[in-house]
């Protein structure tokens, strides 16, 4: 099985998968434990699917027939009757994990690619400063980037940004929470995700 993690391929032996549940429509609502998708089977709601089976859970011998019941588990399925989530009115949440996946763990200021451990949530405008903890106003850098800029604006240091800053898609955001991501789903989340997104570079 191939698995995705941050954009990258990954082999994987046998690591638990996440089922990604959507709505009747096609929206992605949660990432799900392939054990809470086969009791959405089991009870019928599962309106479509997509995607190879990825998961067999077996269950108990059958009284009548003498067979093993078992559910096979798709990466992506679809949940009848499920309520729209809110989340598609809202901005996603701003964590660092997100953040320095967004913008692919390369600083904003001197353009290298480093560890998560070496990184650091960079407010463009201070807190200091009245600036806000938005996704607008972060961007990833580097540790020694951001203690030569200190409380300063980028302008008042001589740091010029590399790129900048956007709020993510809700699709985006499904891939941004650093689950480990088969292709099937990358393939169905990437294709609602913008053009201008720095997960298609």
Not at 11 to 39: K, T
Not at 146 to 162: C, D, I, Q, V, W
Not at 172 to 189: A, K, N, T, W
Request: glycine content about 8%; aromatic content about 6%; proline content about 6%.
């Amino acid at each position: 099985m191939k698995a995705i993690e941050h954009g990258m391929p990954i082999a994987v032996p046998f690591v638990v998968m996440d089922v990604l549940q959507l709505d009747v429509s096609g929206r992605p609502q949660a990432w799900i434990s392939a054990r809470e998708a086969a009791v959405l089977y089991a009870c019928d709601s599962v309106a479509w699917t997509l995607g190879d089976t990825f998961r067999t859970l077996r269950g108990g011998i059958q009284r009548t027939t003498g067979l093993q019941s078992r559910i096979e588990v798709h990466p992506i399925i679809a949940v009848r009757g499920s309520v729209p989530s809110r989340a598609w009115r809202q901005v996603p949440a701003l964590s660092n994990p997100k953040l320095f996946v967004r913008d692919r763990n390369v600083c904003a200021y001197c353009g290298g690619s480093f560890h998560f451990d070496h990184l650091t949530r960079e407010h463009i405008v201070p807190v200091s400063r009245g600036g806000q903890d938005t996704w607008m106003n972060c961007i990833t850098a580097c540790k020694a980037c951001n203690g030569s800029k200190g409380s300063r604006l980028p302008e008042e240091a001589h740091m010029t940004l590399l790129y900048l800053p956007y709020v993510p898609s809700l699709h985006e955001d499904m891939i941004l929470r650093g689950r480990r991501i088969v292709s099937d789903q990358m393939e169905f989340l990437l294709a609602s995700v913008p053009r201008s997104s720095r997960l298609h570079g």
